[in-house]
């Protein structure tokens, strides 16, 4: 049994991804070919906003919306501290300070009260100024736009969606990578949309920002010239072969696999319903694209044990994350690790994450969730 099962997603679409492949080294466009604007105008169109910038991968999107933003030294970003690392990283790399804030406890996702309750301790304190929010849509569910959008509002603070994992939810219908001023995805090979290496996107409605992303994106280059440089940026493009294979993939992901995730959830959350165990919580109205099915383990339930019962019975599962931000060596004596973080700190020894993917067997959701009922139930 696969974690993620990327070989029997590729024995589906080999036809299709196999031609793509082919048509990339027969043309040799290996950078900037027409399959990255290709999948760029569909990526926009399926989230619904104007732009669809591609980079490198998720992290450098991340980067790059903060350097659209000027966004650097003296300057507040707050940031989920249950959240992959580069959520945090990215603001400190641009020389701005991380500012870690808990989640709620349901749904793994940024806590707005703990949101307002943290802008306005950086503001009495007086010596950051309060900038962004990068708020996650953790483990495929989008955070809580409604409530996050009026604190953004009130302080006059820019949002930044990281959906590097939320790729295809959506809230009422509107789709993640939608919500923030500028929103950043992933393509890393175990995202919900996954390529064969890295890659990324950011989306946006804003023009500006959207010429100065592309700009960014390649050394800071005017226009198409890239030989006059106007101001210092990166080297972050999509590949013209992942590009290639990400457009049949899409297809697939729009077509029917995110149906099919969440089918997948529907069937643990009915095995796993007497189990003891807390399962994933999915707001009304709210869809999840399902990068990880996580669960909570209740006192009395030893993870690690757990862990190796399921690894006994050829089950793999994951910890999504065992170490808050604010504790990671990274930012040992700095102001981010000043953070207050409980719900966090609980999740970190208590979330697993078992087998999630659109390929997953009906046999297969039945012996994880019974190997798990054994042991809960020993």
């Known amino acids: ?80 501290d249950f959240t992959f690392f580069s959520s945090g990283e990215c603001p400190a790399i641009v020389g701005a300070t991380p500012i870690f804030v808990d989640v709620d406890n349901r749904t793994f996702n940024l806590n707005s009260a703990k949101l307002e309750q943290a802008v306005q301790t950086i503001l009495n304190e007086g010596k950051l100024k309060p900038k962004a929010v990068v708020a996650v849509d953790l483990f495929g569910l989008p955070a809580d736009y409604s409530a996050i959008k009026l604190i953004c509002e009130k302080y006059n603070l820019l949002l930044l969606e990281d959906g590097a994992q939320g790729f295809g939810g959506s809230i009422n219908g509107k789709m993640a990578c939608s919500f923030g001023d500028i929103a950043t995805t992933s393509f890393f090979p175990a995202k919900p949309l996954g390529c064969y290496g890295d890659g990324g996107a950011i989306f946006t409605d804003n023009d500006e920002w959207a010429d100065l992303l592309r700009s960014l994106t390649v050394h800071g280059k005017s226009g198409n010239d890239k030989y006059n440089n106007i101001r210092i940026g990166m080297n972050s493009r999509l590949d013209t072969i992942q590009a290639a294979i990400l457009l049949p993939k899409f297809n697939a992901f729009k077509e029917y696999e995110v149906d099919a995730v969440n089918k997948v959830a529907d069937k643990y959350n009915e095995l796993l319903a007497d189990s003891g165990l807390v399962s994933p919580y999915i707001p009304d109205g709210y869809v999840s694209s399902w990068a990880q099915y996580t669960l909570q383990l209740p006192d009395g339930i030893d993870r690690e044990k757990l862990i190796e019962r399921l690894k006994e019975n050829g089950i793999p599962s994951m910890v999504y994350y065992a170490k808050p931000m604010h504790l990671q060596g990274a930012f040992e004596g700095t102001r981010s690790a ?19 993917h659109p390929y997953l067997e009906e046999n297969e959701i039945v012996e994880v969730c019974k190997t798990i009922m054994e042991f809960v139930h020993e």
């Open 338 to 356: 000043a953070a207050e973080c409980p719900v966090t700190e609980k999740l970190c020894k208590t979330v697993l994450s078992l087998p999630m």
């Open 1 to 80: 049994m696969q974690f993620r099962d990327l070989k029997k997603q590729y024995e589906v679409l080999k036809p299709e991804i196999d031609s793509a492949i082919s048509d990339v080294i027969s043309s040799s466009r290996y950078i900037s070919g027409p399959q990255v604007k290709e999948l760029e105008a569909q990526l926009a169109e399926y989230v619904g906003v104007k732009h669809c910038i591609s980079c490198a991968n998720g992290t450098d999107a991340i980067s790059l919306a903060l350097m659209a933003w000027g966004i650097g030294e003296g300057d507040a970003v707050f940031v989920p």
